[in-house]
């Protein structure tokens, strides 16, 4: 095991040993924030139908689907922007402060969402507006809490904790959907407001309970720093999200000149970041930290392995709720709930694999389980591209459990490998600059794999509307016309759970055709399967996309080297060399007739 050596200690902590009770308090404190902040976002994921039609609001209309898109997305991209500063704030001003005002944000922004009062676009901008709200709470929580938990544990406990935490993580991805399922049909405010309690608890036992027991460094804010890190990655973020919609007479909007600008302007902007933190006297992040090859190796296998990941569970989820449940018999009312009930394994893999891995790592460092974990990954990615659309739940529900028993494997190892390497005045922005990256990936990867699949999409779908309406007896003009319906728009439809067929087809034509054929094209089974077989070319690209990534990130894995625990304070042995040495010079300088060895006692003494 290897030991880093601290460089410049700064504002020390208590003196005092570690809390027995105390670790446990806040681990269970930092556990409910990140479970109500995974919650609150699963929760939308699969909520986003009942929300639009709250607000009386068709998201795939014209003009329309930018909200549809800011609605999941805005949450995601606040936090990946603020989340390193909210860390750096946390360093020098306390973490646990500023982990309190995160909590206290999220559960206001939490009951400004469950009154939203507007329709239309009006109450579109409102949610909009508010989950950026919740998004900056939700940052200081994520850029504070493994902080916390690192200073509160020792280093060999840090693997169980960050187990424990990371189990906060999934179980609530899969309670936000089986949640959303339930509540939103009842009254979509509901799965907004759903977050309050546990938020006005937390805050309060929070500011109780938690206390500063980590080193904090006093300095000044990088103004500079922060406002181009800001500017660069909201530029580069929102460049992603709008490459998503169709431009001109393309499918996507990547060759958009505001799309190019902004991705490219973004990029630039950060290089004059990367200029800045090289150069000024106490900058947002320390960037010699990519100099510690575990840290870095960790920050990098961790961005690799959620840009491959990240979109995977809105892709399941389309193929579940958009095509697999309602070729089985469920309507679309029903099929939010049953999508995330059958999304349980994705959950219960990792329940068992994070905290035991965490613990292993504590003992045998990270390398080897983290490097395993994702290679197991990649496989799980090649057998779910072997399933075919119409498949056997019980094939799939192994697949995906195996698939999160590997993501536990690498998760909870890395992230307590990454926080680990980082000295203590510097967890705070370490930890925010991972949770960075990790966010950023998410975006890019819902970007990513969401074009890869209207890709293949566009290759064949055309065709495949075209045909299936005719053969159906729709007229050939309007077959035609329908088979230009975006790509993305059919996927997007597919997720919220709307039949395009209902919307874009002339009521007359409709009605033209008789009752029982109107009923049967607009009905839960005639679109999926029309869409089927062309979005399984796109799925399966986005799958060699997710398992090429995850061997990339199994590779950077692997070089991070062996177990690395960054000292926390100087050895003793340190401490007394360095005191001997003292003594010796001044022995020789005073020429008092030092003799013999120099007592500690002596040397500390006043």
């Given at each position: ?455 293949g999409l566009a290759s064949s779908l055309p065709g495949q509307l075209e045909h299936g309406l005719l053969a159906e007896g729709v007229p050939a003009i309007e077959a035609v016309k329908f088979s230009h319906l975006p790509p993305i728009g059919a996927l997007f439809a597919a997720f919220l759970g709307y039949s395009p067929i209902k919307t874009e087809l002339p009521h007359q034509v409709l009605a033209s055709l008789g009752a029982a054929r109107a009923s049967y094209l607009t009905g839960r089974s005639f679109f999926p399967r ?32 062996g177990k690395y625990i960054h000292a926390e304070e100087p050895l003793l042995e340190e401490v007394e060399i360095g005191l001997l040495e003292v003594g010796e010079v001044a022995a020789a300088e005073i020429g008092a007739g030092y003799l013999g060895t120099p007592d500690l006692d002596d040397l500390t003494r006043p």
């Amino acid at each position: 095991m290897t030991h880093g050596r601290l460089t410049t200690p700064v504002a020390a902590a208590s003196n005092e040993p570690r809390n027995d009770r105390y670790k446990w308090v806040a681990l269970s404190n930092t556990t409910l924030g990140i479970l109500m902040v995974t919650i609150n976002q699963s929760i939308l994921l699969i909520s986003l139908p009942d929300i639009f039609r709250g607000i009386a609001l068709q998201p795939l209309a014209p003009g329309n689907t930018s909200y549809f898109l800011w609605v999941f997305m805005g949450f995601l991209l606040v936090t990946a922007v603020l989340v390193v500063s909210l860390g750096r704030v946390g360093d020098m001003y306390g973490r646990v402060r500023m982990y309190n005002l995160g909590f206290a944000i999220f559960t206001v922004f939490s009951i400004l969402l469950s009154v939203t009062f507007m329709t239309g676009s009006g109450g579109a901008l409102w949610i909009i507006l508010m989950r950026v709200g919740q998004g900056v709470g939700g940052a200081f929580l994520f850029a504070n809490s493994s902080a916390i938990l690192t200073d509160a544990f020792p280093s060999n406990e840090r693997g169980k904790a960050m187990g424990i935490n990371g189990v906060a993580l999934v179980t609530g991805s899969f309670v936000g959907l089986v949640l959303g399922g339930v509540l939103a049909p009842i009254e979509w405010r509901l799965v907004f407001l759903v977050s309050v309690p546990f938020g006005l608890f937390g805050t309060v036992w929070a500011y109780l309970k938690l206390e500063d027991t980590g080193v904090r460094q006093r300095s000044t804010i990088d103004w500079w720093g922060n406002a181009t890190f800001a500017v660069g990655l909201i530029s580069v973020l929102v460049g992603i999200v709008y490459g998503l919609l169709p431009y001109g007479g393309h499918t996507m909007g990547w060759t958009s000149p505001f799309v190019l600008s902004t991705v490219l302007g973004g990029l630039a902007v950060l290089a004059v970041f990367v200029v800045f933190e090289r150069k000024v006297a106490n900058p947002m992040f320390h960037l010699e930290l990519f100099g510690v090859r575990p840290y870095a190796a960790g920050v990098l296998a961790s961005f690799l392995s959620a840009v491959g990941r990240g979109g995977v569970q809105f892709m399941l989820i389309i193929w579940l709720q958009g095509i697999w449940l309602p070729e089985h018999g469920y309507s679309f009312a029903r099929t939010p709930l049953w999508a995330g009930i059958a999304m349980v394994p994705l959950t219960v893999g990792f329940l068992v694999s994070g905290p035991l891995s965490g613990i292993l790592a504590d003992h045998y460092g990270a390398r080897w389980i983290a490097t395993i974990g994702l290679s197991g990954s990649a496989l799980a990615f090649v057998l779910l591209e072997l399933l075919p659309m119409n498949f056997d739940y019980v094939d799939f529900a192994a697949i995906v459990f195996v698939f999160s028993v590997f993501a536990g494997m690498f998760f909870t190892p890395n992230q307590t490998a990454v926080m680990n390497s980082l000295p203590p005045s510097q967890r705070g922005a370490g930890a925010g600059m991972n949770g960075t990256f990790m966010n950023s990936a998410s975006v890019l990867s819902i970007g990513l794999f969401f074009t890869i699949v209207t890709l293949g999409l566009a290759s064949s779908l055309p065709g495949q509307l075209e045909h299936g309406l005719l053969a159906e007896g729709v007229p050939a003009i309007e077959a035609v016309k329908f088979s230009h319906l975006p790509p993305i728009g059919a996927l997007f439809a597919a997720f919220l759970g709307y039949s395009p067929i209902k919307t874009e087809l002339p009521h007359q034509v409709l009605a033209s055709l008789g009752a029982a054929r109107a009923s049967y094209l607009t009905g839960r089974s005639f679109f999926p399967r029309l869409i089927a077989s062309s979005f399984q070319d796109g799925l399966r690209l986005a799958f060699d996309f997710g398992a090429g990534l995850a061997l990339m990130a199994a590779i950077a894995s692997w070089v991070r080297g062996g177990k690395y625990i960054h000292a926390e304070e100087p050895l003793l042995e340190e401490v007394e060399i360095g005191l001997l040495e003292v003594g010796e010079v001044a022995a020789a300088e005073i020429g008092a007739g030092y003799l013999g060895t120099p007592d500690l006692d002596d040397l500390t003494r006043p």
